[in-house]
């Protein structure tokens, strides 16, 4: 561990570097969420992780339900987009920085999860799917630290050692756990519609091999299923029933682009209660 501040890698790129017009921008996507909140505790989100342009209305759907819940400790999920040494990774500085302040890493929690699970640190890693999460939270929950875990190459059914340590570490705080994903990756929009649905369908039923049968399915390109399969198991072991759809799109529908064989991302904000 070091004593060190991650810096931002997305400030300026990702989201605005000045902290009133990243304030304001997330304010404004906050704003323009009109659904009910969800009245029952709020075990976890599936939130999308590209810049905000494209996905923070997504996001927003989800982080809007966290107001005015107190939440201590938010346990990330990320799927690693660049190299790393092991299945479960995590950066070894004690926060991250963002334009709205340092975001302190539970390096207590952190330290009690190793003893179930072996998780790999590294330092000045390039991950955006942690960071791109924080402006959200850090608008929506007041002091709070989290457990940011960048994730490998596992299978999504290779989850049991993170989940049952995640329960026993978790089962008496006031916790989140958040899965940074986002949906389908085409150069096809119908194939991305059509395949997000399946995934939707599947995630309403909160049944979990049916979810891990789609998301490890041939042509699966969810980025972030491993991700999602930990946090589903795990707020279903806490309690958690229920899986609440709050908003869907993609990449051509926000930006209006609609030409044939474009790169298409899908997005997709749920709540898990």
Not at 58 to 67: I, V
């Amino acid at each position: 561990m070091s004593e060190e501040i991650r810096p931002s890698i997305l400030a300026g790129t990702w989201y605005p570097k000045n902290p009133d017009k990243l304030k304001h921008m997330i304010q404004k996507y906050l704003d323009h969420v009109e659904i009910p909140s969800i009245k029952s505790r709020i075990f976890g989100l599936i939130t999308p992780h590209a810049g905000y342009i494209y996905s923070g209305q997504t996001a927003a759907y989800g982080y809007k339900q966290l107001l005015h819940r107190e939440i201590d400790v938010v346990a990330i999920f990320c799927p690693m987009h660049h190299y790393g040494p092991g299945n479960y990774v995590v950066n070894g500085d004690i926060a991250y920085e963002t334009p709205l302040g340092d975001v302190p890493v539970n390096r207590n929690l952190l330290n009690r999860l190793k003893k179930y699970v072996e998780i790999e640190e590294m330092f000045f890693d390039q991950e955006h799917a942690i960071e791109i999460q924080l402006p959200f939270l850090q608008s929506v929950l007041k002091n709070f630290s989290i457990l940011p875990i960048m994730v490998g190459h596992n299978h999504v059914n290779d989850v049991e050692d993170m989940v049952s340590g995640l329960v026993e570490i978790l089962h008496d705080q006031s916790a989140l756990l958040v899965a940074s994903s986002d949906m389908h990756h085409m150069n096809d929009y119908d194939a991305v519609k059509l395949n997000d649905t399946m995934v939707v369908d599947a995630l309403k039923t909160y049944d979990l091999t049916n979810i891990r049968d789609v998301l490890s399915s041939s042509g699966c390109s969810v980025c972030g299923r491993v991700p999602i399969s930990v946090v589903l198991e795990t707020a279903k072991r806490l309690g958690a029933m229920n899986i609440q759809v709050l908003s869907q799109t993609n990449s051509a529908d926000v930006i209006g682009s609609y030409i044939p064989g474009q790169y298409t991302v899908g997005y997709l904000s749920a709540a898990v209660y």
